[in-house]
């Protein structure tokens, strides 16, 4: 069997620079009797066009890939 995944995210802008993202990812690896399902959800500040920081909430069932989970913060820099 192959392995099989993917995700779907949304993002939605609640104003003044902040947006609520939320996400799931589907992943059923070939060794797996249960999918991996992960599931995202987290707020986004834009700083500015090129620098975003992020909190976010993860959770997974059937975690086979060691995903973290629970409270995470990041900041993203584009360049």
Same mark, same amino acid.
């Given at each position: ?18 947006? $609520? ?19 995202? $959800? ?30 995470? $913060? ?6």
């Amino acid at each position: 069997m192959d392995e099989r995944g993917g995700y779907i995210q949304g993002v939605a802008p609640l104003g003044n620079k902040f947006y $609520a993202v939320g996400r799931y990812e589907y992943l059923l690896e070939s060794h797996a009797d249960a999918p991996s399902n992960l599931w995202l $959800a987290g707020v986004d500040y834009r700083w500015n066009r090129s620098l975003i920081l992020k909190t976010e909430f993860s959770k997974a069932q059937h975690n086979l890939i060691q995903e973290p989970g629970g409270f995470l $913060a990041s900041v993203a820099a584009l360049f």
